[in-house]
């Protein structure tokens, strides 16, 4: 079955997404507001189904309630968030594959940002949903996590096909290569994807959607091994952790 994707701007900078099947039915990732979602709704004449969510941040549910109480559809998300995510429904386990309107989502537990957030990876479809865990060029503050659990969950979402597409929560990547571009300018793959990402900006158009391979090669957060960014940060016989733990605390005190 063929799928559609839209991306859904909402509030400051954040994104939601919407998966249509051919027969209108619709699944919301992170609504963060419900009138946008209704405006596409009515638009493109979809129907609301199911909503996944990531975490419990009130920016990626605050249209939970507005919208199951208009379209009746239901609410999936981490077995930790039961009391935190406004209209659960229902829990997700890790790496324990569902079907939601027969597509095949796969729910990964990638805690950091915090404890009970959850990532999405749809097999069929190549994409993964990883809310506010994976930037473009960044990763998200740890609000409830450690570094220890961020760095592991970053890994679990780095051993996705390098082909996925990335659909994260907000739109970061500008700000986040300038700071990736501290750590290791000598990177030239992190030069021409600064270069295209200013680029699409400019035209007011979003970085989101990126591959996972675009990250492998210039997000800093997941190349703790390099030799540039170790040097930098003075950690050259470091552990890979220690190195993730080190960039995260500059980021933070920017």
Request: aromatic residues 6%; neutral net charge.
């Amino acid at each position: 079955m063929k799928w559609t994707r839209r991306l859904i701007p909402a509030l400051k900078d954040n994104y939601m997404l919407l998966l249509s099947a051919v027969n209108g039915a619709t699944i919301a990732v992170d609504p963060s507001e419900a009138e946008p979602i209704f405006v596409a709704l009515k638009e493109h004449q979809l129907t609301l189904k199911h909503i996944l969510c990531t975490h419990h941040h009130p920016d990626h549910v605050g249209g939970n309630l507005e919208l199951k109480e208009r379209t009746g559809c239901s609410i999936s998300g981490s077995r930790r968030d039961e009391t935190r995510v406004p209209g659960l429904d229902s829990i997700v386990s890790d790496n324990y594959q569902i079907e939601i309107l027969a597509l095949p989502v796969l729910p990964l537990e990638i805690p950091g940002h915090t404890l009970g957030h959850v990532a999405f990876f749809f097999p069929t479809l190549g994409i993964v949903c990883v809310g506010d865990t994976l930037f473009g060029m960044g990763c998200g503050r740890l609000f409830e996590g450690t570094p220890q659990q961020m760095f592991t969950s970053l890994a679990k979402i780095a051993r996705l096909p390098p082909e996925t597409l990335v659909y994260c929560g907000h739109e970061y990547t500008q700000a986040l290569g300038e700071f990736a571009n501290t750590l290791e300018p000598e990177n030239t793959d992190l030069q021409r994807r600064r270069a295209e990402v200013a680029q699409c900006r400019a035209a007011g158009q979003p970085t989101v959607p990126f591959t996972l391979a675009e990250e492998l090669k210039t997000n800093p957060f997941l190349r703790p091994q390099s030799p540039y960014i170790r040097k930098r940060l003075g950690l050259e016989k470091g552990t890979d952790l220690e190195v993730f733990t080190e960039i995260r605390r500059r980021k933070d005190n920017i």
